[in-house]
């Protein structure tokens, strides 16, 4: 990259001060990741530009930032709906987290792409082949995870109810949990 590709990406003007302006256009991006439903090519999307930006913040300013030290070990996902559900709530607080650390692009990207990865485990356990003349879910609008936890709970009875025993009660589920199968269901679909 260039000088001149570089101010496209990083406009810069005399009396800013660049790495200030730089976390100033990460926190933008970080309140994207924190307040959006994590929808893999969306996501994508958003890291590819930060990547473009840091690059040329890199390149205007020969700077950069210190990697953070962010380390991932298994994020197991249990085949209890409850269970799991509880899981990847935790999981995404953590992840947030993570995002409010970053200060780079390669720090954002290793902690958005192991988010994308857990969030499609996660996808692929409520994965459902719903009848088609259902109504569609908008995949961008992810449900309040009380309501979620709500329809869980309703439905399981404190028994520790099985992703397959849900789907096999399909027909039967609280239409919360219903429209959370189907909307993960497109996700996943969205992303293959």
Known sequence: MDIQEA???FPLSAEEDARDKWEEML???????LTRPAIPKVFRSKLKKIQQQYAAFECITE???EPESITYDDFPLSNKVMECFQQMFYYRGRFKQDVLRCKQSEDIHKVVNQWLNVELAHAEKWSFDYPEDLEKPIVSKAPDPMLIMGAIRQWDENEGKSFSLLKKDFDVLPKALKDELKRLSLLLKLNG
Not at 27 to 33: G, I, Y
């Open 7 to 9: 101010q496209i990406y």
């Open 27 to 33: 926190f933008e991006h970080k309140q994207f990741f």
């Open 63 to 65: 700077d950069s930032f």
